[in-house]
């Protein structure tokens, strides 16, 4: 948990919005692993177009198995 909160608290506090997007998965335990976008002060509107190229560029992601 407190790896968590010292991953987003800074962004928060300083008002940059943040995402996470699937970023394929693991090699090693075949996880899904995601990447985290940043954008600057207020700009959840350049993140969102970024983060929906990244995904069409990657031509979408595929639900991981349960």
Known sequence: AIDYILRTVPFDVTGHPALTVPAGNTKSQNLPAGMELIAGR?????????????????????????
Not at 50 to 61: I, S
């Open 42 to 66: 207020r700009r959840e509107d350049t993140l969102y177009r970024v983060a929906a190229a990244y995904e069409e560029h990657m031509g979408g992601f595929a639900r991981p198995p349960l």
